[in-house]
């Protein structure tokens, strides 16, 4: 029976070059992710998926989310070339990637409703993929409203990923987090946070 993985990181070359172009020095997750060498290497990505049989992927960018590594007037490309490059990989090998979840330039509101139109009518994405704050504000804030009211509209999903790095500390006496804490406890924390504003907050009234 095929296997189909719903939540697979990934960084398309193109993406992956303009992000090291743009931000190449990012530290915490940023640090860590350009040391996967399956995020960009589809040869040594495939070697692993072999071992899981008849096995297929639905491919998400990696973190860092893209406010973070970039400013609201060159995010919306980096959006763009990601989205691009992961629908590119599901045409070309579609017996190993079933479908992508497109990423939005969230510190851009207009041009992420922008991004979320097109993905969906011109590449066939199975939804988008946001994080559970946008450079620390919350997804509740009224200016995502209409990217929620969008999804809601196409009747397809969001994907929600933590996002929280080491410069969030754990004690209001710190300046930065101590022993991973900022993922390990930091992301469960987020999630569960994001998740009960967006309920109190209405969005799923609004939205049912």
């Given at each position: 029976?095929?296997?189909?993985?719903?939540?697979?990181?990934?960084?398309?070359?193109?993406?992956?070059d303009?992000?090291?172009?743009?931000?190449?020095?990012?530290?915490d997750i940023?640090?860590?992710?350009?040391?996967?060498?399956?995020?960009?290497?589809?040869?040594?990505r495939?070697?692993?998926?072999?071992?899981?049989?008849?096995?297929?992927?639905v491919?998400?960018?990696?973190?860092?989310?893209?406010?973070?590594?970039?400013?609201?007037?060159?995010?919306?490309e980096?959006?763009?070339?990601?989205?691009?490059?992961?629908a590119e990989?599901?045409?070309?090998?579609?017996?190993?990637?079933?479908?992508?979840?497109?990423?939005?330039?969230?510190?851009?509101?207009?041009?992420?409703?922008s991004?979320?139109?097109r993905?969906?009518?011109?590449?066939?994405?199975?939804?988008?993929?946001?994080?559970?704050?946008?450079?620390?504000?919350?997804?509740?804030?009224?200016?995502?409203?209409?990217?929620?009211?969008?999804?809601?509209?196409?009747?397809?999903?969001?994907?929600?990923?933590?996002?929280?790095?080491?410069?969030?500390?754990?004690?209001?006496?710190?300046?930065?987090?101590?022993?991973?804490?900022?993922w390990?406890?930091?992301?469960?924390?987020e999630?569960?946070?994001?998740?009960?504003?967006?309920?109190?907050?209405?969005?799923?009234?609004?939205?049912?």
């Open positions: 029976m095929r296997k189909i993985d719903i939540f697979n990181h990934i960084f398309p070359k193109p993406f992956y303009k992000m090291m172009e743009v931000a190449g020095q990012h530290k940023g640090k860590r992710v350009r040391n996967i060498p399956v995020l960009v290497d589809l040869d040594e495939f070697r692993v998926m072999d071992e899981f049989g008849d096995y297929v992927q491919l998400s960018l990696a973190s860092p989310p893209l406010e973070v590594i970039a400013e609201a007037d060159r995010s919306p980096l959006a763009r070339i990601a989205n691009d490059g992961m990989l599901c045409a070309k090998h579609p017996e190993r990637f079933c479908g992508f979840t497109a990423s939005l330039p969230m510190n851009n509101p207009d041009a992420a409703l991004e979320i139109n993905v969906v009518k011109d590449l066939g994405a199975n939804g988008v993929q946001m994080f559970t704050n946008v450079n620390g504000k919350p997804l509740d804030a009224p200016e995502f409203q209409p990217l929620f009211d969008a999804m809601a509209q196409h009747d397809l999903p969001t994907w929600i990923h933590p996002a929280r790095g080491a410069n969030f500390a754990d004690y209001l006496t710190e300046d930065r987090s101590e022993y991973e804490i900022w390990t406890f930091g992301w469960p924390y999630t569960s946070a994001m998740m009960a504003r967006l309920v109190f907050s209405g969005l799923f009234d609004r939205n049912p």
